[in-house]
């Protein structure tokens, strides 16, 4: 799979079939991630790898919280701004649309949403999940490195024939995760990832993207 490739069949997958994620495939994968980018080489990423009994302990206990109406954590970073502006508003409310009705749930339906959106603390059926940190201290440049970061293990992980979906989501209950993974205290959880061999039966649409002229500026002198 050539780097193209694995760019354009990269996608946020939400079903995974019941098949283990070899741990030489996940250690392969990571590995040759650590070679992405940074300002000052200063590696801001802390990974925690996850699978069988401790992977399990987590969904469990998010699960318990979830049927108890408990409320997140309080949050330690902001997720988007508290005022989305145009084109960024549209294209959130788009995604929505196309993910939601995707499962047939309508705007209104609010139980609905809810419930589909407790699958991300299934890791979607994931038997793997990646918790990636960094240091309170770092700033918004550090930030960025580790998005580079993160995006270097979804196109690796596409070359070994896996999938992954990103997800924000789980920092929504970073006290729980931590309960399990016990992470230093300096750390913040940024976002969990979940991995495995996609269930192609879940048959999932890709979300759109913009055109490049909306995104893209060519300077060139002609």
């Known amino acids: 799979m050539d780097v193209y490739e694995a760019v354009a069949s990269r996608r946020a997958v939400r079903g995974f079939a019941d098949r283990p994620v070899p741990r030489e495939t996940l250690e392969r994968a990571l590995a040759a991630a650590a070679w992405a980018p ?3 080489n200063l590696q801001p990423w802390h990974a925690y790898v996850v699978t069988g009994g401790p992977l399990a302990g987590i969904k469990k206990r998010v699960g318990e919280r979830l049927a108890s109406g408990e409320p997140w954590d309080e949050a330690e970073y902001e997720m988007y701004p508290a ?4 084109p960024y508003r549209e294209r959130r409310s788009a995604f929505g ?3 939601y009705g995707a499962l047939g749930i309508g705007r209104e339906d609010w139980e609905a949403r809810q419930r589909a959106a407790a699958a991300n603390w299934d890791c979607f059926g994931a038997p793997a999940a990646l918790f990636c940190y960094l240091d309170r201290d770092m ?3 550090q930030w960025s490195d580790v998005g580079m970061y993160l995006q270097t293990v979804m196109l690796l992980l596409r070359a070994e024939g896996l999938h992954s979906c990103p997800q924000m989501s789980w920092a929504k209950f970073h006290g729980t995760v931590a309960e399990v993974l016990s992470p230093p205290g300096e750390l913040v959880l940024f976002c969990g990832m979940s991995i495995g061999f996609e269930d192609v039966a879940a ?9 490049l002229d909306e995104t893209v500026t060519f300077v060139d002198g002609l």
């Not at 005022?83 to 145009?86: F, I």
């Not at 048959?203 to 055109?211: L, M, S």
């Open 97 to 99: 649309e196309q993910r």
């Open 38 to 40: 940074s300002g000052s």
């Open 83 to 86: 005022a989305l502006k145009s």
């Open 139 to 141: 700033g918004r440049p």
């Open 203 to 211: 048959g999932e649409a890709r979300t759109g993207r913009a055109p």
